[in-house]
């Protein structure tokens, strides 16, 4: 099963910190907040729930549930929770990928669940 997603950057220039906190997990914004272009690595991250969704095909999912985390490489991965891991059984499926890149005016993510 595959998902992908493409966003502009500036649909996140004006959300709010509660706006923020609605959609990504206290380790993603500590995460994107580290860095200068921010606004980017929100959009990419948004883009991973979005293409996960459309991975799964169900539009029920409550986004902040899909934390993206990263190796020590920086090799983003979706965190595995009781949620995810019930969705995933649900749909005999157990492994899950994801690639995100962005730039000045976009980011987009691609999620392959199998
Ligand atoms: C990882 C790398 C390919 C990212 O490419 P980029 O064009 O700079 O940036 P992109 O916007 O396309 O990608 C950024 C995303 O790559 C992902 N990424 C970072 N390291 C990664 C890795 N080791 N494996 C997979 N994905 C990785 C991250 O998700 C990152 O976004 P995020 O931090 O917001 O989650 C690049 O920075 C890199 O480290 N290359 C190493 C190889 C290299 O430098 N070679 C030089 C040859 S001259």
């Given at each position: 099963m595959v998902g992908i997603d493409i966003e502009k950057?500036?649909?996140?220039?004006?959300?709010?910190?509660?706006?923020?906190?609605?959609?990504?997990?206290?380790n993603e914004i500590n995460y994107v907040k580290s860095f200068?272009?921010?606004?980017?690595?929100?959009?990419?991250?948004?883009c991973v729930k979005e293409a996960f969704v459309k991975a799964i095909d169900d539009d029920s999912l409550i986004y902040k549930e899909i934390e993206v985390l990263h190796s020590e490489t920086g090799k983003p991965y979706i965190k595995r929770n009781e949620y995810i891991d019930s969705i995933l059984k649900e749909k005999h499926k157990s492994r899950i990928e994801i690639s995100i890149s962005h730039c000045k005016d976009y980011a987009v993510a691609i999620v392959v669940i199998d």
């Open positions: 950057i500036n649909r996140f220039e004006h959300w709010t910190d509660e706006g923020y906190e609605r959609i990504f997990t206290k200068e272009n921010y606004l980017e690595r929100f959009c990419g991250f948004f």
